[in-house]
């Protein structure tokens, strides 16, 4: 970007980075509404803390890593007024509500590992681990799919003809929090009493469907603005983003609903893995095909999520890894799929490249989620011990529940 770049981009991308933004309240209540009411509390301080603690790393490492950028310059060079050997930021801090913008979805990481290490998971490491993955592991993907760093993509193009295509980050942001939450949960173990020596699954209900419905609804409007304000200037939004995005969206909710049998948590849930599946292809799939993709993300995470709770036994609390790990994979594959002109999308993508980098990607996260976590469980523990988890971690880790005069009583 050069100097020509006006207001209106600006308003544009930070209206995107507050939509974005917004819908970590949506993690939040999501959480909320389905943990335990001895956990609500550190459901709501996790997702605020891990969103500063992301801010923070993205802006002194991440970003450098993923762009090659930094902000260590003085405020008339940052805003683009004036110039400087080695900077080159654009006016009307065009930049700096990038950086925002794209914060928003490094912090989205942790935001998705909270839900499946719920209720039983310490806080100090988890914050550690926040750090690490925000400044390290996920900008060296971020930056290899969206920079071109290492010559990846282009090296795609020179072979296939075109490189991976992930708009709005179905594998560089969801399925990569996805895949490196399944490593922290199989670190973690399953809940106290989830599981019974003779093979019975223990179930643990939801503690407010409300919560759970509110957190839904939040994620799902503001991920119109994850999507849509992908394009990151006003000149290339696109209506057919916004479209697709609602197509898959109702999608998820019709086949979560079917194969859910009513379930509220699914298709809640249903409506938020329909958009996890259509952010690679929202951009350049016909309706219809963003409705199959939809459909197929829905009923992929129910089956997923309870083929996970009972029969591999792993207890991802919230079901990240079906929700944001396989929809996500779905997704990137669903690009090549219905991207393609053959079946009515804009083409310029190759389901062989989809599949590729996709499932290296989620490799790729995998390892990582098992390393970082791997060595705080090592060195520091990353498990609450049992008398404070059975108390809840509202009242060990934070001294407060989220109904006080309950607890005086």
Known sequence: MDASVTGTDVLFILLGAIMVFAMHAGFAFLEVGTVRRKNQVNALIKILVDFAVSTVCYFFVGYGVAYGIDFLVNAAVLSGSTQSEGYSFASNGYDLVKFFFLLTFAAAIPAIISGGIAER?????????????????????????WNGNFGIQEMLENHFGVGFHDFAGSIVVHAVGGWIALGAVYLLGARMGRYKKDGRVVGIPPSNIPFLALGSWILCIGWFGFNVMSAQAIDGVSGLV??????????????????????????????????????????????????????????????????????????????????????????????????????GGLGGVSLTVQIIVSVAGCLYALIAGLVVYG??????????????????????????????????R
């Open 121 to 145: 998971a310490k806080f100090w490491p988890q914050l550690i681990a926040t750090a690490v993955l925000t400044a390290i592991a996920y900008p060296l993907f971020e930056g290899i799919i």
């Open 242 to 343: 916004a479209l697709n995005s609602l197509m898959a969206m109702v999608g998820g909710i019709l086949a979560a609903l079917v194969t859910g049998r009513n379930d509220p948590g699914f298709v809640h849930n249903g409506a938020l893995a329909g958009l996890v599946a259509v952010c690679a292809g929202s951009d350049i799939m016909h309706p219809l095909g963003a409705l199959a993709t939809g459909l197929g993300a829905g009923a992929l995470f129910v089956y997923a999520f309870t083929y996970c709770q009972n029969k591999l036994k792993i207890d991802d609390v919230l079901g990240v890894w079906p929700l944001h790990g396989l929809c996500g994979l779905w997704g990137a594959i669903a690009a090549g799929i219905f991207g393609a002109e053959a079946l």
């Open 375 to 408: 060595i705080l469980k090592a060195t520091m523990g990353i498990r609450l011990d049992e008398q404070s988890e059975f108390e809840g971690a509202d009242l060990s880790i934070h001294k407060i529940g989220a109904y006080p005069e309950e607890d005086i």
